[in-house]
């Protein structure tokens, strides 16, 4: 059973920055998962920020171009998303996330997640 622990969430003001972690265990081996950062506002549908798949593909959401970094420690089992130029709309509970099957951003197709890491912009 793959476990995710996510930190590093808080609460910064317009045009800060904040990097988020993700401590990945129970499985042999993280190079066999994708993973991935999702985030999800009050009223609204988990969205997909970035991904990075097994094989170091990197897929990041158009809103997150240019001001987010996904990374990946596979000696650490650990995923950083790297946030700068922070926006109010930036705002959620960010989710880390991994899979073994899709390589899309489509919540409801990832199997593994952690409990979440509020991130909060203020102007």
């Known amino acids: 059973q793959v476990q995710l622990v996510e930190s590093g969430g808080g609460a910064v003001q317009v045009g800060g920055s904040l990097r988020l972690s993700c401590v990945a265990s129970?499985?042999?081996?993280?190079?066999?998962?994708?993973m991935a950062w999702f985030r999800q506002a009050p009223g609204k549908e988990r969205e997909g920020v970035a991904m990075?798949?097994?094989?170091?593909?990197?897929t990041v959401a158009n809103f997150a171009k240019g001001r987010f970094t996904i990374s990946k420690d596979n000696a650490q089992n650990t995923l950083y998303l790297q946030m700068n130029s922070l926006k109010p709309e930036d705002s959620a509970m960010y989710y880390c996330?991994?899979?073994?099957?899709?390589?899309?951003?489509?919540?409801?197709?990832?199997?593994?997640w952690g409990q979440g890491t509020q991130v909060t912009v203020s102007s």
């Open positions: 990075i798949a097994n094989d170091g593909r990197v």
């Open positions: 129970g499985y042999t081996s993280s190079t066999h998962y994708h």
């Open positions: 996330a991994a899979t073994q099957g899709t390589r899309s951003l489509i919540a409801r197709l990832w199997n593994y």
